[in-house]
C-alpha cells in the first residue's frame, strides 16, 4: 500500500498536467461511473489527503480515490500507449494534452457537491498537511491504549498517512518497540515518532526513492524494512520481521536495539536523517 508521501507526489503529479485544464471527456469501467457528467468541467485542483487522492472540479464534484495495494494513477500524453488494459481503467479524465487513468483502485467513486464521506470524514490529522493537529492524534492513540503501537501507528482513523515502511523505520529510530501496547510509550515518545515520520515523508515528498538514512550502506537506503535477516547497521543484530494486525502487515525492526525493557532514550543511530 502506498505510504502518505507517494500519494503526495502522486496527486502534486497530477495536478500539474491536469489541474486547472477542462475535462474533455471521461470515462469508466465502472458502472455506477458511466454517466459521471464530467465532460467540461474545470479540474480545480489534485489533492491528497492521508493515503487518500482527490480530484476536485468547479460544479463541487469531487472523485475520492484509494490506491490500497492494487491502484494507481498514470498520466499520459494523449495518444500514448497505455501501460495497462482499459478493462482496469476505473476512471479517466482526459484533457487537451494529457489523459490522467486511475487503474484498479479498490475506492474510486465520485461524490456530489457537498456529499461526505464517511471515509474521509474519520481520518486522524495528515502529518503531510501544515496544519496537522499532533495533539488530536495523540488523544486518538490513547483511546486504543491495548493496542500494539505498530498497528496502532498503521490506523488512518488514529493518524493518517503511516505505512508499513514509515512504521517500520520510525520505531527503529526512535527505539520503540512495535509489539508494546501503546500504553507503554509516553506522550514525549509519541510525539516524537509523529514529528520524525511528518519529517522523513517531508523529505522524501521530492524523491522516487524512499530513504531513511543519509549514510551508504551499500545499496540500502532503509534501515530496516526488508532487511530481514540481515545484520542491524547499528548493532549487528539480526533484523527480524513479523506479521502485525488481522491484515498481517509486516513490521521490520531489530529485536536488540526496540527492546521494550531497555531504557536508553537518548539511541539515535548515526547518520540518520533526524
Not at 38 to 64: C, I, M, P, W, Y
Not at 182 to 193: G, M, Y
Not at 261 to 268: A, L, Q, T, Y
Request: charged content about 30%; glycine content about 8%; proline content about 5%.
Amino acid at each position: 500500500m502506498p505510504e502518505g508521501d507517494t500519494i503526495y507526489r502522486a496527486a502534486r503529479t497530477l495536478n500539474k498536467a491536469i489541474g486547472g485544464k477542462v475535462v474533455r471527456g471521461f470515462r469508466s469501467a465502472l458502472p455506477e461511473l458511466e454517466r459521471a457528467a464530467l465532460e467540461g468541467r474545470t479540474v480545480e485542483s489534485v489533492r491528497a489527503r492521508g493515503k487518500n487522492l482527490l480530484v476536485d472540479f468547479d460544479d463541487g464534484q469531487r472523485l475520492h480515490t484509494h490506491m490500497m495495494m492494487e491502484g494507481s494513477w498514470h498520466v499520459y500524453r494523449v495518444g500514448e500507449p497505455w501501460q495497462r488494459r482499459e478493462s482496469r481503467a476505473f476512471a479517466v479524465i482526459e484533457t487537451e494534452d494529457w489523459v490522467a487513468v486511475c487503474f484498479d483502485a479498490p475506492i474510486c467513486k465520485l461524490l456530489a457537491p457537498g456529499e461526505r464521506s464517511p471515509q474521509l470524514d474519520a481520518l486522524g490529522p495528515d502529518l503531510l498537511d501544515p496544519e496537522a493537529d499532533l495533539d488530536e492524534a495523540l488523544r486518538r492513540l490513547r483511546q486504543f491504549e491495548t493496542l500494539p503501537l505498530g498497528e496502532a501507528v498503521m490506523r488512518q482513523h488514529l493518524v493518517a498517512g503511516i505505512g508499513n515502511v514509515y512504521k517500520s523505520e520510525v520505531l527503529f529510530l526512535e527505539r520503540l518497540d512495535p509489539f508494546a501496547p501503546v500504553s507503554s510509550v509516553t506522550d514525549e515518545a509519541l510525539r516524537a515518532a509523529l514529528k520524525l515520520a511528518r519529517k522523513l515523508m517531508k523529505q522524501n515528498v521530492g524523491h522516487a526513492r524512499m530513504r531513511t538514512t543519509r549514510r551508504r550502506f551499500g545499496s540500502s537506503r532503509l534501515w530496516v524494512y526488508g532487511r530481514k535477516n540481515e545484520p542491524c547497521f547499528e548493532c549487528g543484530s539480526r533484523v527480524d520481521m513479523r506479521r502485525q494486525g488481522e491484515q498481517g502487515r509486516s513490521t521490520y525492526f531489530c529485536p536488540r536495539c526496540q527492546r521494550s525493557e531497555d531504557g536508553d532514550e537518548g539511541f539515535r543511530p548515526t547518520g540518520s536523517m533526524t
